[in-house]
T-cell receptor
């Protein structure tokens, strides 16, 4: 079974401080990991995916297969980063042979001015 | 492109009523999914479809039906609404393992 764990429900940091949102996963194969962001009352949107190794809005995330982690990091938090962040894993779902996303429960990031 | 659209945006139902949440996408995506979002629970997969005529159950399918008669549309039917189905419902589409595009959501309250 595939599982995504985000241990922090809420993370508060001061503006300019570093941010790390934790994500651990459980999956027997080779997963694809994503971070999605949801700003207040907006739809979810993709922030980044591990396979592209991009830096989006200053955020980066490295897949650590040994620790089964995909933590999201940003060196200097901005007020506009306040949002709900979801880590997600795309893995094979048996039956229909399709790949579906399994989400963590999310971490609410609050950046204090 | 409109992307993924959902109607209605808000809905209030009484226990036992039925209704259909509409979802449409204009990106010719094969994969479509329905999720519910509840505080502290994240997003949970209700049903999904890998193409027209093919649907399957997700993590929390009870009380919901889906059909996929066209590539564009993927409606979610609540057969007999219950207060436990009060939630925000998101539809999403993708081309497979790639990025999922989400709709704006439907906020449903069951009294």
């Amino acid at each position: 079974a595939q599982r995504v764990t985000q241990p922090e429900k809420l993370l508060s940091v001061f503006k300019g401080a570093p941010v790390e949102l934790k994500c651990n996963y459980s999956y027997s194969g080779s997963p694809e990991l994503f971070w999605y962001v949801q700003y207040s009352r907006q739809r979810l949107q993709l922030l980044l995916r591990h396979i592209s190794r991009e830096s989006i809005k200053g955020f980066t995330a490295d897949l650590n297969k040994g620790e089964t982690s995909f933590h999201l990091k940003k060196p200097f938090a901005q007020e506009e980063d306040s949002a709900m962040y979801y880590c997600a894993l795309s893995g094979h779902r048996s039956g229909a042979g399709s790949y579906q996303l399994t989400f963590g429960k999310g971490t609410k990031l609050s950046v204090i001015p | 492109n409109a992307g993924v659209t959902q109607t209605p945006k808000f809905q209030v139902l009484k226990t036992g009523q039925s209704m259909t949440l509409q979802c449409a996408q204009d990106m010719n995506h094969e994969y479509m999914s329905w999720y519910r979002q509840d505080p502290g629970m994240g997003l949970r997969l209700i049903h999904y479809s890998v193409g027209a005529g093919i649907t399957d159950q997700g993590e929390v399918p009870n009380g919901y039906n889906v059909s996929r008669s066209t590539t564009e549309d993927f409606p979610l039917r609540l057969l007999s609404a219950a207060p436990s189905q009060t939630s925000v419902y998101f539809c999403a589409s993708s081309t497979g393992v790639n990025e999922q595009f989400f709709g704006p959501g439907t906020r449903l309250t069951v009294l």
